[in-house]
């Protein structure tokens, strides 16, 4: 019987066996890598959205505040010298005032100096800071009033609170006063506001036709406890985050016939009630990506009330 030739039973050498392990090998590396690399390509790409949306939700929730600076229920305008204070309830020293006739409604501070909205929160050095007061928040028509110590009655209470900080005004009167509210209570199919004290001066006599609860947000940029930094939002009570991973903030001011916008140290205190304009600009970083990611962002906000 004929035995078959040993080269036809003959397998795999072992140089040809680790040729194929060999190509193998890479052809595995090669996938795992487009792999990891498209896994860390939609990492940053969320991270990045995630970064676009807080600066998109900041600049808004910031827009809003410093268009609405200085509006009142009758729009008076501040630093005219109508808008008065009872002084022991809503002293004009408060940040969250409006100041002596609302001229403070609006001030920016550069590099967060002199900036005290913050209270014992640690702020992030040389960036900037803006408080903006106004009083156009639960606007309620009053229907009747009994000056200078009677209630004031309201068709709703909704937004206002006992021991609130309001804004009492009359457009026929060319009035308006800040004043801490004394108690908010039903009066039949209405509501009663309670003056804490009387009006004094030249409100004493005016019959409140509109009442508005004071609304002052401090703007800043501080540590959020967690080893990074934050957008901060101060308001009468308290301070709340606002977007996360803001490093940095600045922000500028274009005051009427002028050609740039200039830093708020540049401003001096009479001519806050006239700046027309502000740019506001977001530094943004994400310490979890690997490299970090950093993005800075932009607006521009027209203020009314001016």
Same mark, same amino acid.
């Given at each position: 019987?004929?035995?078959p030739?040993?080269?036809?039973?003959?397998g795999?050498?072992?140089?040809?066996?680790?040729?194929?392990?060999?190509l193998g090998?890479?052809v595995?590396?090669?996938?795992?890598?487009?792999?990891v690399?498209?896994?860390e390509t939609?990492?940053?790409?969320?991270?990045?959205?995630?970064?676009q949306?807080?600066?998109r939700?900041?600049?808004?929730?910031?827009?809003?505040?410093?268009r609405e600076?200085?509006?009142?229920?009758?729009g008076?305008?501040?630093?005219a010298g109508?808008?008065?204070?009872?002084?022991?309830? %809503?002293?004009?020293?408060?940040?969250?005032?409006?100041?002596?006739?609302? =001229? !403070?409604? &609006?001030?920016?501070y550069? +590099? #967060?100096n002199?900036?005290t909205a913050?209270?014992?929160?640690?702020?992030t050095?040389?960036?900037d800071?803006?408080?903006t007061?106004?009083?156009?928040a639960?606007?309620k028509?009053?229907?009747s009033d009994?000056p200078?110590?009677?209630?004031?009655?309201?068709p709703?209470k909704?937004?206002?609170?006992?021991?609130?900080?309001?804004?009492?005004c009359?457009?026929?009167?060319?009035?308006?006063?800040v004043?801490?509210?004394?108690?908010?209570a039903?009066?039949?199919?209405?509501?009663?506001?309670?003056?804490?004290?009387?009006?004094?001066?030249?409100?004493?006599?005016?019959r409140?036709?509109?009442l508005?609860?004071?609304? %002052?947000?401090?703007?800043f940029?501080?540590d959020?406890g967690r080893?990074? =930094? !934050?957008? &901060?939002?101060?308001?009468? +009570? #308290?301070?709340?985050?606002?977007?996360?991973?803001?490093?940095a903030?600045q922000?500028?001011?274009?005051l009427p016939g002028?050609?740039?916008?200039?830093?708020?140290d540049k401003?001096?205190a009479?001519?806050?009630a006239?700046?027309?304009?502000?740019y506001i600009?977001?530094?943004?970083t994400?310490?979890?990506?690997?490299p970090?990611?950093?993005?800075?962002v932009?607006?521009?906000?027209?203020l009314?009330n001016?």
């Open positions: 019987m004929s035995r030739a040993l080269s036809i039973q003959r795999l050498t072992l140089i040809e066996l680790m040729i194929s392990m060999t090998l890479i595995i590396g090669g996938v795992l890598g487009i792999f690399a498209s896994s939609q990492r940053r790409t969320e991270e990045l959205s995630r970064i949306e807080n600066a939700v900041a600049l808004q929730l910031m827009g809003r505040s410093m600076a200085g509006g009142n229920p009758c008076i305008p501040s630093g109508l808008i008065l204070h009872m002084a022991a309830e %809503a002293p004009t020293a408060n940040w969250w005032s409006g100041g002596n006739d609302f =001229t !403070s409604a &609006f001030v920016g550069a +590099g #967060g002199g900036f913050n209270g014992t929160m640690p702020m050095a040389g960036s800071a803006v408080i007061v106004s009083a156009n639960s606007v028509t009053v229907i009994a200078p110590a009677g209630e004031m009655i309201v709703t909704e937004g206002l609170a006992t021991d609130d900080i309001l804004f009492a009359n457009p026929n009167a060319g009035r308006g006063v004043f801490k509210a004394g108690t908010v039903e009066s039949g199919t209405n509501w009663s506001v309670s003056r804490t004290t009387p009006f004094t001066g030249a409100v004493a006599g005016m409140v036709t509109a508005g609860r004071i609304n %002052a947000e401090g703007w940029v501080g959020n080893g990074g =930094t !934050s957008l &901060f939002r101060a308001f009468n +009570g #308290g301070v709340e985050e606002i977007a996360p991973d803001v490093s903030m922000i500028t001011y274009l002028a050609n740039s916008y200039v830093a708020a401003i001096g009479a001519q806050w006239g700046v027309i304009a502000a600009e977001l530094t943004i994400s310490n979890t990506a690997n970090p990611i950093a993005r800075t932009g607006l521009t906000i027209n009314r001016r």
